[in-house]
């Protein structure tokens, strides 16, 4: 079975310094991994994934996360913070030991960017 | 292209109503998801549908059910509503592959902006 854990449920940084947000996870295949972002009252945008390429993944607006293996985590990283980044983020992962989509979510990180 | 539409975006329900919510997913996509999306809970995956079929179900009770259409339109439904069923729905939308295994894991899933339901 998969599960995701992100390991603070809320983040505050000051504007223009960096950004880590924190995700363990746990799966019987070789999983995929994705961070998803959500601003208040708005869906789910996918803001990178990682699928077995290359371990550092680049993502969208300065986002980037590493997949380690070896301590299964896929945390995510911006070397300066913007205030537009105030926002949920969600690690989740999926594997193909069911056929079908099977994403689980991890329970979320809250985002704030003081100025 | 249009992205995953969701209507209504709000709903007002009383206990014991029923309710359905529907979802068009971006053109040529087939499969759809449903999640729950609550404070208490987080994101809990409903089901999914591919081609017209149920392929994996989340741990709800049977109160919780959907459907998709030949053009790959989903509906879910839950009836007896509950309090607790005050939420946020979201659908997704993916493209998987021809092959099921691994091409399924891979596919990036689009959300809608979701379906605010309030039980009263």
């Known amino acids: 079975a998969q599960s995701v854990t992100q390991l603070d449920s809320h983040v505050s940084v000051s504007e223009g310094t960096p950004v880590l947000l924190r995700c363990n996870y746990s799966s019987s295949y070789s999983p995929s991994l994705f961070w998803y972002v959500q601003h208040p009252n708005k869906g789910l945008q996918l803001l990178l994934k990682?699928?077995?390429?290359?371990?550092l993944v680049k993502g969208i607006n300065g986002f980037e996360a590493e997949f380690k293996k070896s301590e299964t985590s896929f945390h995510l990283t911006k070397p300066s913070a913007h205030m537009s980044d105030a926002a949920e983020y969600f690690c989740v992962v999926s594997d193909h030991g069911n056929y079908g989509q099977n994403f689980v979510f991890g329970p979320g990180t809250r985002l704030s960017v003081l100025p | 292209k249009a992205g995953v539409t969701q209507t209504p975006r709000y709903l007002i329900k009383t206990r014991g109503q029923q309710v359905t919510l529907s979802c068009s997913p971006i053109s040529g996509h087939r499969s759809v998801s449903w999640y729950q999306q609550t404070p208490g809970q987080g994101l809990q995956f409903l089901f999914e549908?591919?081609?017209?079929?149920?392929?994996n179900k989340g741990n709800f009770p049977g109160r919780f059910s959907g459907r998709q259409f030949s053009n790959s339109r989903s509906e879910m439904n839950v009836s007896t509503l509950e309090l607790g069923d005050s939420a946020l729905y979201l659908c997704?939308?993916?493209?998987?592959?021809?092959?099921?295994?691994?091409?399924?894991?891979?596919?990036?899933?689009?959300f809608g902006a979701g379906t605010r339901l309030s039980v009263l």
């Open positions: 997704a939308s993916s493209s998987p592959g021809l092959a099921g295994g691994e091409s399924w894991a891979k596919n990036i899933q689009y």
């Open positions: 549908y591919f081609s017209e079929t149920q392929r």
């Open positions: 990682y699928t077995s390429a290359a371990t």
